[in-house]
């Protein structure tokens, strides 16, 4: 199959790379990790830099190296040996990360981080100050979920889900999720018939039936956790890739626009950078608000933003400045937003026009439930910047 359109132009202005290897890669028999791997690894990742390409790579690893360390051939349950193993198995890991990049007079930086590191604002610009440093002094961060510390709350999931929000907040044009199987299969890849899916088309994001195939080993994620990921980068107009990552200079292939794996398409414009905080950073509540389709187009197509006037229906409970769900007409997600009214007082001031609210909840400043700069569309219809 020929490269679609919108990879290969894409591909010709990379310029910053998120690359996110799982478990099943890393395990090995040196000291529980895939050194081999690593070194090919390393060595790819270097020459892209030679390319002009910065490269962040997000690494799991740890707990089947901490597990390796005491002795575990199944992976534990039990939340607290995971992050038990993780402690143990994060500095072997970032270890052989530093010898493999060594080699090539290449440092490395470790980066561990939680899901709250991305939820506030000031922390999410901290954090993408802190990665443009390492760029600018020529480091390659290694990036990884703080699995040692990490509660319910603060978890992000995986790392699937982690590259894809870093993605966002670096301002990366390229997330690669190398796994163990060829890309994004029809079905369970080891079934008789079953059929790569060579590209992966937008409007297909969340329709998609795929078959997993494989076992999950000490690691957490799958191909749904990937497609997850997929769907997050999208929102940035990040363009993805899934594929074999022990394919041999699979990085240079992809990079080269090469038959292989899955390409993921994204949202056609790039977002400004308190967008992608919007779309990946900031996590939205439960708070959600039905809009008529007049107001639908107004967001789509006219770059306007909401007024009471256009919602229909209030749920979920949340306050001024939370982010919540902005619903289509057929209760589709069309967008996030920041949300200038308390879910009461939104329900309140529903259909309502604008001379008409203030007597309802008082003197205001203005009157939008949520400003064009501070929503974000999801469906790929209008640029967001």
Known sequence: METPAIVAKRLRDVRRVVVKVGTNLLRGTGEGLNLEFMDALAQQIVELRARGISVLLVSSGAVGAGAYAMGFDTPPTETSQRQALAAIGQPRLMRHYKLAFGRHDVTVAQVLLTRDSLDKRERYLNARNTFDTLFDWGIVPIANENDTIAVEELKFG??????????????????????????????????QGARRIPFLALKDHGTVEIGEGGARSFGLGGMRSKLTAVRLAARAGILAFIGPGRAPNILHRVLDGDAVGTWCEPNEQKISARKRWLALGKRPGEGRIRIDSGAAAALLHGGKSLLPSGVVQVSGGFGRGDLIHILGPSREEIALGLSQYSAQELAAVQGRRSDEIESLVGERQNFEVVHRDDMVILTGEQSDD
């Open 158 to 191: 995986d790392n699937d889900q982690l590259s894809a929000l870093i993605a966002g907040k670096i301002g990366a044009d390229l997330l690669v999720l190398l796994t163990d199987v060829d890309g994004i299969y029809d079905r369970n890849p080891e079934e």
